[in-house]
Protein backbone atom coordinates (compact mmCIF):
# COMPACT_ATOMS: atom_id res chain seq x y z
CA UNK A 1 0.00 0.00 0.00
CA UNK A 2 1.52 3.43 -0.83
CA UNK A 3 1.52 6.35 1.27
CA UNK A 4 -1.18 8.40 -0.17
CA UNK A 5 -3.40 5.48 0.61
CA UNK A 6 -2.23 4.69 3.92
CA UNK A 7 -3.21 8.15 4.19
CA UNK A 8 -6.52 8.25 2.45
CA UNK A 9 -6.99 5.15 4.73
CA UNK A 10 -6.12 6.77 8.03
CA UNK A 11 -8.02 9.76 6.88
CA UNK A 12 -11.00 7.78 6.13
CA UNK A 13 -10.58 5.97 10.00
CA UNK A 14 -10.44 8.77 11.74
CA UNK A 15 -14.08 10.34 10.19
CA UNK A 16 -15.46 6.89 10.78
CA UNK A 17 -14.58 7.25 14.08
CA UNK A 18 -15.30 10.22 14.89
CA UNK A 19 -18.97 9.81 13.56
CA UNK A 20 -18.91 6.71 15.27
CA UNK A 21 -18.32 9.04 18.95
CA UNK A 22 -20.34 11.96 17.86
CA UNK A 23 -23.25 11.87 20.73
CA UNK A 24 -25.13 14.68 19.60
CA UNK A 25 -27.38 14.25 16.74
CA UNK A 26 -27.58 17.69 14.94
CA UNK A 27 -23.74 17.61 15.20
CA UNK A 28 -23.60 14.22 12.59
CA UNK A 29 -25.01 15.72 9.01
CA UNK A 30 -22.75 18.81 9.68
CA UNK A 31 -19.50 16.60 10.18
CA UNK A 32 -20.44 14.25 7.67
CA UNK A 33 -20.84 17.54 4.92
CA UNK A 34 -17.30 18.55 5.72
CA UNK A 35 -16.02 15.55 5.67
CA UNK A 36 -17.86 14.99 2.08
CA UNK A 37 -16.04 18.44 1.33
CA UNK A 38 -13.05 17.35 2.03
CA UNK A 39 -12.84 14.28 -0.46
CA UNK A 40 -13.88 16.57 -3.07
CA UNK A 41 -11.27 18.91 -2.45
CA UNK A 42 -8.72 15.79 -2.42
CA UNK A 43 -10.31 14.64 -5.51
CA UNK A 44 -9.98 17.90 -7.20
CA UNK A 45 -6.21 18.33 -6.11
CA UNK A 46 -5.23 14.40 -7.33
CA UNK A 47 -7.09 14.66 -11.00
CA UNK A 48 -3.52 15.17 -12.74
CA UNK A 49 -1.81 12.09 -10.92
CA UNK A 50 -4.87 10.31 -11.76
CA UNK A 51 -4.11 11.45 -15.44
CA UNK A 52 -0.68 10.35 -15.61
CA UNK A 53 -1.50 7.05 -13.73
CA UNK A 54 -3.68 6.14 -16.52
CA UNK A 55 -0.89 6.87 -18.82
CA UNK A 56 1.63 4.92 -16.79
CA UNK A 57 -1.26 2.07 -17.18
CA UNK A 58 -1.36 2.29 -20.53
CA UNK A 59 2.36 2.19 -21.21
CA UNK A 60 2.09 -1.03 -19.03
CA UNK A 61 -0.17 -2.75 -20.69
CA UNK A 62 1.35 -1.67 -24.46
CA UNK A 63 4.95 -3.14 -23.46
CA UNK A 64 3.05 -6.50 -22.09
CA UNK A 65 1.37 -6.52 -25.29
CA UNK A 66 4.37 -5.50 -27.57
CA UNK A 67 6.15 -8.11 -25.92
CA UNK A 68 3.97 -11.13 -26.49
CA UNK A 69 3.22 -10.01 -29.85
CA UNK A 70 6.53 -10.52 -30.38
CA UNK A 71 7.19 -13.62 -28.24
CA UNK A 72 3.93 -15.21 -30.59
CA UNK A 73 5.14 -14.29 -33.40
CA UNK A 74 8.52 -15.45 -33.13
CA UNK A 75 7.07 -19.02 -32.45
CA UNK A 76 4.89 -18.54 -34.63
CA UNK A 77 1.40 -18.89 -32.81
CA UNK A 78 -1.67 -18.43 -33.99
CA UNK A 79 -3.18 -15.13 -34.32
CA UNK A 80 -6.54 -16.19 -32.02
CA UNK A 81 -4.93 -18.01 -29.48
CA UNK A 82 -2.66 -14.89 -29.47
CA UNK A 83 -5.59 -12.54 -28.96
CA UNK A 84 -7.09 -14.83 -26.45
CA UNK A 85 -3.49 -14.75 -24.06
CA UNK A 86 -3.89 -10.11 -24.60
CA UNK A 87 -6.89 -10.16 -23.33
CA UNK A 88 -5.25 -11.88 -19.88
CA UNK A 89 -2.92 -8.90 -20.52
CA UNK A 90 -3.41 -7.27 -16.42
CA UNK A 91 -1.75 -4.54 -14.79
CA UNK A 92 -2.69 -3.80 -10.91
CA UNK A 93 -0.96 -0.61 -9.10
CA UNK A 94 -1.72 -1.50 -5.79
CA UNK A 95 0.27 -4.18 -6.47
CA UNK A 96 3.73 -1.98 -7.71
CA UNK A 97 5.22 -0.31 -4.46
CA UNK A 98 6.66 2.46 -6.74
CA UNK A 99 3.95 3.09 -8.53
CA UNK A 100 3.23 6.79 -7.55
CA UNK A 101 6.64 7.13 -8.24
CA UNK A 102 6.76 6.26 -11.51
CA UNK A 103 4.22 8.41 -12.50
CA UNK A 104 5.30 11.48 -10.79
CA UNK A 105 8.56 11.04 -12.79
CA UNK A 106 6.24 10.16 -15.68
CA UNK A 107 4.68 13.47 -15.41
CA UNK A 108 8.07 15.29 -14.47
CA UNK A 109 9.12 14.16 -17.77
CA UNK A 110 5.60 15.28 -19.99
CA UNK A 111 6.26 18.88 -17.87
CA UNK A 112 9.81 19.31 -19.42
CA UNK A 113 8.27 19.19 -23.33
CA UNK A 114 8.43 22.01 -24.77
CA UNK A 115 5.20 21.60 -27.03
CA UNK A 116 3.12 21.43 -23.95
CA UNK A 117 4.99 21.43 -20.77
CA UNK A 118 4.36 25.29 -19.99
CA UNK A 119 0.80 25.08 -20.66
CA UNK A 120 -0.16 22.14 -18.43
CA UNK A 121 2.27 23.42 -15.37
CA UNK A 122 -0.33 26.71 -15.81
CA UNK A 123 -3.26 24.48 -16.36
CA UNK A 124 -2.05 22.38 -13.03
CA UNK A 125 -1.28 25.88 -10.86
CA UNK A 126 -5.14 27.22 -11.46
CA UNK A 127 -6.24 23.59 -10.33
CA UNK A 128 -4.12 23.63 -7.10
CA UNK A 129 -5.38 27.08 -6.28
CA UNK A 130 -9.18 26.20 -6.77
CA UNK A 131 -8.09 23.47 -4.15
CA UNK A 132 -6.82 25.77 -1.81
CA UNK A 133 -9.82 28.06 -2.27
CA UNK A 134 -11.95 24.86 -1.64
CA UNK A 135 -10.26 24.01 1.57
CA UNK A 136 -11.02 27.21 2.91
CA UNK A 137 -15.11 27.28 2.02
CA UNK A 138 -15.27 23.88 3.63
CA UNK A 139 -14.13 25.39 6.34
CA UNK A 140 -15.91 28.59 6.59
CA UNK A 141 -19.09 26.31 6.07
CA UNK A 142 -18.20 23.81 8.73
CA UNK A 143 -17.77 27.08 11.08
CA UNK A 144 -21.08 28.58 10.10
CA UNK A 145 -22.98 25.62 9.67
CA UNK A 146 -22.06 24.51 13.51
CA UNK A 147 -22.66 28.05 14.96
CA UNK A 148 -25.85 28.47 13.55
CA UNK A 149 -26.74 25.07 14.13
CA UNK A 150 -25.90 25.09 17.51
CA UNK A 151 -27.46 28.42 18.66
CA UNK A 152 -30.65 26.66 16.98
CA UNK A 153 -30.73 23.50 19.19
CA UNK A 154 -29.27 25.08 22.03
CA UNK A 155 -30.62 29.06 22.41
CA UNK A 156 -31.00 28.26 26.34
CA UNK A 157 -27.21 27.94 26.76
CA UNK A 158 -25.96 29.97 24.29
CA UNK A 159 -27.90 32.96 23.04
CA UNK A 160 -27.60 35.25 26.16
CA UNK A 161 -23.83 35.32 25.42
CA UNK A 162 -24.03 36.00 21.15
CA UNK A 163 -27.19 38.36 21.93
CA UNK A 164 -24.71 40.26 24.32
CA UNK A 165 -21.52 40.11 22.64
CA UNK A 166 -22.82 42.12 19.80
CA UNK A 167 -21.54 45.59 18.63
CA UNK A 168 -23.98 48.39 18.68
CA UNK A 169 -27.29 47.84 16.30
CA UNK A 170 -28.83 50.62 14.32
CA UNK A 171 -32.48 50.78 15.46
CA UNK A 172 -35.11 48.04 14.34
CA UNK A 173 -32.24 45.69 14.77
CA UNK A 174 -31.96 42.81 17.35
CA UNK A 175 -30.56 43.57 20.59
CA UNK A 176 -30.20 41.70 24.35
CA UNK A 177 -32.86 44.03 25.24
CA UNK A 178 -35.36 44.75 21.98
CA UNK A 179 -36.28 41.96 19.78
CA UNK A 180 -38.13 44.05 16.80
CA UNK A 181 -41.56 42.59 15.90
CA UNK A 182 -41.37 42.49 12.02
CA UNK A 183 -38.32 39.95 13.24
CA UNK A 184 -40.31 37.63 15.31
CA UNK A 185 -43.25 38.09 13.11
CA UNK A 186 -41.18 36.46 10.06
CA UNK A 187 -40.96 33.75 12.51
CA UNK A 188 -44.01 33.18 14.10
CA UNK A 189 -43.32 34.99 17.38
CA UNK A 190 -41.05 31.86 18.37
CA UNK A 191 -37.31 32.44 18.18
CA UNK A 192 -36.40 29.50 20.23
CA UNK A 193 -35.14 27.01 17.73
CA UNK A 194 -34.00 29.78 14.37
CA UNK A 195 -31.99 32.32 16.82
CA UNK A 196 -28.77 30.86 15.14
CA UNK A 197 -30.32 31.45 11.80
CA UNK A 198 -31.46 35.44 12.98
CA UNK A 199 -27.96 36.30 14.32
CA UNK A 200 -25.98 34.67 11.80
CA UNK A 201 -25.78 37.97 9.72
CA UNK A 202 -24.72 39.64 12.30
CA UNK A 203 -21.30 37.63 12.70
CA UNK A 204 -18.36 37.32 10.69
CA UNK A 205 -17.80 33.45 9.35
CA UNK A 206 -15.28 34.34 6.23
CA UNK A 207 -11.67 35.20 8.37
CA UNK A 208 -10.18 33.37 11.41
CA UNK A 209 -10.91 36.62 13.45
CA UNK A 210 -14.34 36.86 12.82
CA UNK A 211 -15.02 32.48 13.44
CA UNK A 212 -13.09 33.58 16.84
CA UNK A 213 -15.40 36.50 17.79
CA UNK A 214 -18.15 34.46 17.28
CA UNK A 215 -17.19 31.33 18.77
CA UNK A 216 -16.57 32.72 21.78
CA UNK A 217 -20.10 32.63 22.92
CA UNK A 218 -19.18 28.58 23.58
CA UNK A 219 -18.36 29.54 27.38
CA UNK A 220 -16.88 27.79 29.39
CA UNK A 221 -15.32 25.80 26.61
CA UNK A 222 -14.25 29.14 24.66
CA UNK A 223 -10.74 28.35 25.64
CA UNK A 224 -10.05 24.94 23.94
CA UNK A 225 -12.11 26.44 20.79
CA UNK A 226 -9.79 29.44 20.27
CA UNK A 227 -6.94 27.01 20.98
CA UNK A 228 -7.78 25.31 18.09
CA UNK A 229 -8.72 28.37 15.75
CA UNK A 230 -5.70 30.02 16.40
CA UNK A 231 -3.32 27.54 14.96
CA UNK A 232 -1.01 29.17 12.63
CA UNK A 233 -2.28 26.87 9.60
CA UNK A 234 -6.20 28.28 9.49
CA UNK A 235 -4.33 32.38 9.04
CA UNK A 236 -2.20 30.77 6.62
CA UNK A 237 -4.70 28.93 4.24
CA UNK A 238 -7.42 32.21 4.81
CA UNK A 239 -4.25 34.24 3.58
CA UNK A 240 -3.19 31.83 0.83
CA UNK A 241 -7.17 31.89 -0.32
CA UNK A 242 -7.25 35.88 -0.01
CA UNK A 243 -4.48 35.76 -2.17
CA UNK A 244 -5.62 33.25 -4.84
CA UNK A 245 -9.12 35.00 -5.17
CA UNK A 246 -8.35 38.29 -4.65
CA UNK A 247 -5.50 39.40 -6.55
CA UNK A 248 -4.86 36.52 -9.00
CA UNK A 249 -1.93 34.65 -6.89
CA UNK A 250 0.28 37.91 -6.50
CA UNK A 251 1.11 39.04 -3.36
CA UNK A 252 2.51 42.58 -2.79
CA UNK A 253 3.91 44.17 -0.17
CA UNK A 254 1.04 44.67 1.81
CA UNK A 255 -0.68 41.00 2.35
CA UNK A 256 2.96 39.66 2.61
CA UNK A 257 3.66 42.04 5.29
CA UNK A 258 0.43 40.49 6.81
CA UNK A 259 0.82 37.21 6.65
CA UNK A 260 4.40 37.20 7.77
CA UNK A 261 3.35 39.27 11.11
CA UNK A 262 0.74 36.49 11.34
CA UNK A 263 3.33 33.91 12.15
CA UNK A 264 5.66 35.28 13.98
Known sequence: MSEETQATQSREDFFSGLLDHLTIPFLKPIAEGF???????ESLIQMPLMMFAMLEIDEQISTQFRSLALDYWSRGEGFTNFLDEAKKIDVRPAKQPDFIERTLKRQDKVLTIPQCGEALKASLEVLYRAGISECWTALE????????????????????????????????????????????????????????????????????????????????????????????????????????????????????????????
Open 35 to 41: FENIRQV
Open 141 to 264: CLATDLWVTSLNEEPTTLAQTAISSLDAQEPGELTSRHIPVGLAARHGFDLRRCLGTVLKSKFDFTGVSGIQKAYKIFVPNDEFIQKVLAQPELGELEATRHVIVHRAGRVDEVPARHFMSERC
